[in-house]
DNA sequence: CGTCGATTTCAGAAACTTTTGAAATCTGTG
DNA sequence: CACAGATTTCAAAAGTTTCTGAAATCGACG
């Protein structure tokens, strides 16, 4: 399978962007090949399509799985594994964000909430700093989740309300929690 | 300057965690002891604590001005430049998400149009999925767009209204765009 | 239970990034 | 305009990650 002009070029980019995103450039490759392909490939396609190795191809998809980025598919009388992206973007997106703060964030908040069990009083200045970080990044994960649980409908209606969205927050109300002292 | 246990260990943190958040060891560091300095820091002090090579403490400062993540102090009848990060933690949420969007999104963004642009209609699938991908993109840093501008005040109560949110985004009603098909 | 295609593992080679110390440059002051 | 302190640049060493081909493993089938 060699990929079109179109697909070569987004394949290449993926790749190039790879490192930024914190994935390497045959997982983006791979990645960018299979979002653009309607039906499912294996390995050795992926192989050959990328000119890559087979054993890197091997390595990527495994990265891939890790991610919860790609899909199984069986095909009836062929025991190789087929591979896809999700047809839905926004679920892309969720398992994109899902992973990242996976890997990126509660790492951090662990430690955080351990420094804070652990501190001793004699550091004033750092201990604050500490606890407003991760009562912080509590209050944008919490919302996260919030935003998570919505039905994608719902979801695209918040991303879409503009600058409405500022008087809709003032009639809502609630408590204000300290972190808000920022000017 | 030697750090206290409880800032060493944070240091260290932030060293680990550098290279899944794109940076490397030593801007962690360097990040992390900013973080947790009441006074503003030079960079021969900066060095002394973390043990480090001046020239390594030189590019890491570098790199954290070129994230706009540090502010420069001057210190009277001294001639050294001394570092800070932003007491209000808002502002450093709001620089990291500005500075991750130009770096992981926008490039992509940008490519993703010049490829509809150039796109010849002879592979409707690959078509198809990138225009789609470009429209979610596009949603998404609007709304984000649209937070930016919002005071902290508002923000902090929109990351709070946690399950109160769904009624609101029903009583604000407007059109619905395509993507939300997605199920 | 041996064969065969498919897949994974692994150790080393290649590529890339980080860190260093030394040299070069910059900048304010006498 | 020379000097002294401060900072940056640079080339090379050290460290890390990625990629490969060869060998090992897997698993369905006869």
Redesign the interface.
């Known amino acids: 399978m060699r990929p079109?002009p179109?697909?070569q070029?987004?394949i290449l980019?993926f790749g190039e962007?790879g490192s930024?995103?914190?994935i390497n450039r045959t997982v983006g490759q791979i990645y960018a090949l299979l979002?653009?392909?309607?039906a499912p490939l294996n390995a050795e396609t992926i192989t050959k399509a990328l000119n890559i190795s087979r054993s890197n191809t091997s390595m990527g998809l495994k990265e891939l799985q890790s991610w919860n980025l790609v899909r199984l598919k069986h095909i009836p009388d062929d025991r190789r594994d087929y591979f896809t992206t999700p047809e839905?973007?926004?679920?892309i997106?969720r398992t994109l964000i899902a992973e990242r703060k996976k890997?990126?964030i509660d790492?951090?908040l662990t430690?955080l909430r351990e420094?804070e069990m652990t501190?001793?009083g004699?550091?004033t200045?750092?201990?604050a700093?500490?606890s407003?970080?991760r009562e912080?990044i509590e209050?944008?994960t919490?919302?996260y989740d919030?935003m998570e649980r919505?039905e994608?409908?719902?979801l695209?209606?918040?991303?879409?309300?503009?600058?409405?969205?500022?008087g809709?927050?003032?009639?809502?109300g609630?408590a204000?929690?300290a972190?808000?002292k920022?000017?």
């Open positions: 079109t179109l697909q070029e987004f980019h962007m930024r995103w914190g979002f653009l392909s309607e839905d973007l926004w679920e997106v890997r990126e790492p951090t430690k420094l501190a001793s004699g550091d200045y750092a201990e700093r500490i407003e970080l912080l209050m944008m919490g919302f919030d919505l994608t409908v719902r695209v209606k918040l991303l879409t309300l503009g600058s409405r969205i500022s809709l927050i003032e009639k809502a609630g204000l929690p972190l808000a920022g000017h």
